[in-house]
């Protein structure tokens, strides 16, 4: 008989992960799990920790406990640069440098999916004509649209998308649900956080809903 299939473990879990600023909880101890093809919406009002949250699994905050698991594996550095792309808060662009030379510098540090190009991906973002706009001269939208190409060109299979909606146009809102709907296809999952003012994307999900310590 034909040995059964090993199902892959989740492409994050995370354990009793708590998380306190000044000794006042922000949030946790919390439990949860993203599988491939699947979306973690994570709900909660202002102040909640959601964007905490998605900082501590960036690596961008330590936690105060708790284990987080990438495919399987204890997080470290390396294995985080390589499963994780993070579209944050901010545009994390630097002001100075065109479109076109941010993503270059961007997909330098991190890698890029093979056969994907620059161009493209500006195009799939609607930003083709922006190659050469500088950073600091467009639009708060627009440079969402432009974090948005950086991480269509990441080769990480997890997105941790912090407001992925926020500055969008309707347009751009249903660019980033068809980004994240192709992404899950391919076998890819995202964290995305939101304060649910805005339509889900249409896809596999699961919610997580914090709420702030009293
Ligand atoms: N750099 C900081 N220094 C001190 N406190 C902070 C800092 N950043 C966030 N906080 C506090 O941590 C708590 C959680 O903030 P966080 O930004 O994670 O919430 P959020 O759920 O993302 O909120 P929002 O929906 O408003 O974006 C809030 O009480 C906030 O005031």
Redesign the pocket.
């Known amino acids: 008989m034909p040995e059964p299939a090993t199902p892959s473990p989740p492409l994050l879990s995370a354990r009793s992960l708590r998380f306190t600023?000044?000794d006042m909880p922000?949030f946790g101890p919390l439990d949860f799990e993203v599988a491939a093809g699947e979306a973690l919406l994570v709900q909660?009002?202002?102040?909640?920790?959601?964007?905490?949250?998605l900082?501590v699994l960036a690596g961008l905050l330590r936690a105060d406990d708790g284990d987080v698991h990438l495919q399987g594996r204890p997080v470290d550095p390396a294995l985080r640069a390589r499963v994780i792309g993070y579209l944050g808060?901010l545009p994390g662009q630097k002001a100075d440098l065109s479109a076109l030379e941010n993503l270059r510098f961007l997909c330098g540090l991190h890698g890029s999916r093979p056969g994907m190009s620059l161009e493209g991906a500006m195009a799939t973002v609607g930003l083709a004509g922006y190659e050469d706009a500088l950073a600091r001269q467009m639009s708060a939208g627009q440079r969402k649209r432009l974090s948005l190409a950086r991480l269509w060109l990441s080769p990480a299979p997890l997105w941790l998308m912090?407001?992925p909606y926020a500055n969008l146009d309707l347009e751009g809102i249903e660019l980033v649900n068809r980004m994240i709907q192709a992404h899950l296809r391919e076998g890819g999952g995202t964290m995305v956080?939101t304060?649910g003012a805005y339509a889900a994307p249409p896809v596999r999900t699961r919610m997580l809903v914090?709420e702030?310590p009293s």
């Open positions: 600023r000044n922000v909660g009002d202002n102040g909640a920790g959601k964007t905490t949250l900082k808060h912090d407001e956080t304060h914090l702030r």
